[in-house]
């Protein structure tokens, strides 16, 4: 099926790394003339100012430098992962180093037994620990999923991305029937440590811009479906060896739903996976796909970047609100990744919407509109973050005398704290804050009984 001018971008920009050289970008600077640049693909876009081609120059430079980069981290990534197998058979000292090691530095893959199905906290518990393991080899996932959730697998599945030309994004689908009602959980895995792609996806700063939804971050998009046309058509002609995300997910979503009419589902996603799980149902509601709206139950991001400009929140919002959709948008303390693009650039503005449920250091949770500090290099806040890193360096000794010895962080992780105390905000990204603060954390929003619905900014129902 075509795709109509609603669902088609008639205002957009495209970077193309791979067509620009230095000089090239050099002369960008330069010039405030985009339309006969040949790395930057735009249409009804002439002219950007200087501060907005500045971020244009390092967006293409970074993607390059990955790009050249790309099979080495692969290489080196698959290296790992091997090692990593290995330990895992090879006597007590190799486990040892293996959970030190596993797991992008937290070892952690049981479901907490202190947070049952039922409980306020249940659903956020399964969401960051199905995000969590979105990260591992499928083998790895479904020995979870199966032998120690006890959950159905429904499958783990490579996407591909049309301007990559690779299987660049990947999600999975768990059911879980111990809940009443039974939930079906989508997971989209976020940047993966050496995946070159992925990280190109997060700096690419390419936009389209839709009739009623507003301007979208392109990386993310990409990521999902879009077509090369430019266009989001409700339907296309699938190709069972080049899977699309939003394609093959919704059409298993419907597979699923419709036998059974109490099924719900829950979207969720860390990182780059939160910006797809909370672009999902947008794009859902652009096809009118209403009977898979009804069904979506709620929507959890970790660590999400921002997604679109103003238009695309307000549109969003009313989605959510129209369908009765809770979105929880969890952010810890000072991670970066959240606080990306930035918010003041007069050209791309792009803004969170929705409320921000915020955990410090202490990971005592508050409800704000928007994260403190929303641009990451904020001169307030140049202390603040450095003694909040040093803190979570001494915590990391603290956690398992306190809680018990699944909170020992691994040695890279306790690497990682080292080197964000001189860049802080990397480290909090980890999704380890994020099980964390879903495990320990205090929280208002907890007592509610309905939760955040998505027109909400604070929590409406108090016990």
């Known amino acids: 099926m075509a795709a109509s001018n609603d669902q088609t971008s008639k205002k957009y920009m495209v970077l193309k790394p791979d067509e620009a050289s230095l000089i090239g970008l050099i002369r960008f600077l330069i010039s405030g003339n985009i339309e006969s640049k040949q790395f930057i693909e735009c249409l009804r876009v002439k ?224 990182s780059l996976g939160g910006a797809l799980a909370i672009l999902f149902p947008a794009v859902l509601a652009l096809h009118d796909e209403t009977c898979i709206l009804e069904r979506l139950e709620a929507i959890y991001t970790f660590g999400q970047p921002r997604v679109g400009d103003v238009k695309f929140g307000d549109f969003v919002k009313e989605q959510l609100k129209s369908y009765d959709i809770k979105y929880y948008r969890f952010v810890y303390n000072h991670d970066i990744v959240p606080r990306l693009p930035y918010d003041d650039d007069t050209t791309l503005l792009f803004r969170h919407f929705g409320t921000c449920l915020f955990y410090n250091s202490l990971y005592e949770g508050k409800i704000f509109p928007q994260e403190p500090h929303r641009n990451y290099f904020s001169i307030r806040a140049f202390i603040t973050k450095r003694l909040d890193a040093l803190w979570e360096l001494v915590r990391s000794f603290l956690l398992p005398h306190l809680y018990g010895p699944e909170y020992r962080e691994g040695l890279l992780l306790l690497v990682c704290r080292l080197f964000g105390l001189l860049v802080p905000g990397f480290p909090a990204h980890g999704i380890q804050e994020y099980i964390n603060a879903v495990r320990l954390g205090t929280a208002e929003f907890w007592r509610c009984k309905e939760g955040i619905t998505g027109g909400a900014n604070k929590c409406f129902c108090s016990q």
């Open 47 to 270: 002219k950007t100012s200087l501060k907005h081609r500045v971020y244009i120059f390092f967006s293409i430079f970074i993607q390059n430098v990955l790009q050249f980069a790309a099979k080495p981290l692969s290489v080196f990534g698959s290296i790992f992962e091997l090692w990593l197998n290995l330990l895992a058979c090879n006597g007590n000292f190799c486990l040892f180093l293996l959970n030190l090691l596993r797991g992008h530095f937290d070892r952690r893959v049981e479901l907490d037994k202190n947070i049952k199905p039922g409980d306020k906290k249940y659903f956020a518990e399964l969401s960051v620990m199905a995000s969590k393991i979105a990260y591992e080899n499928k083998a790895f996932i479904k020995a979870v999923v199966e032998d120690k959730w006890k959950m159905e697998l429904i499958g783990e599945y490579d996407f591909w991305n049309e301007y990559q030309q690779k299987y660049s994004t990947q999600g999975l689908i768990i059911h879980d029937k111990t809940a009443n009602p039974d939930m079906i959980i989508v997971a989209f895995r976020g940047t993966e440590l050496f995946n070159a792609d992925d990280w190109r996806t997060d700096f690419d700063l390419s936009w389209h811009k839709f009739q009623s939804m507003g301007k979208v971050h392109s990386g993310f998009i990409k990521a999902l479906g879009l077509q090369n046309d430019q266009s989001w058509p409700p339907t296309i002609d699938h190709d069972n060896k080049k899977p699309i995300a939003y394609y093959t997910i919704k059409e298993k979503l419907r597979k699923l739903l419709h036998p059974h009419s109490r099924t719900k589902f829950i979207l969720t996603g860390h």
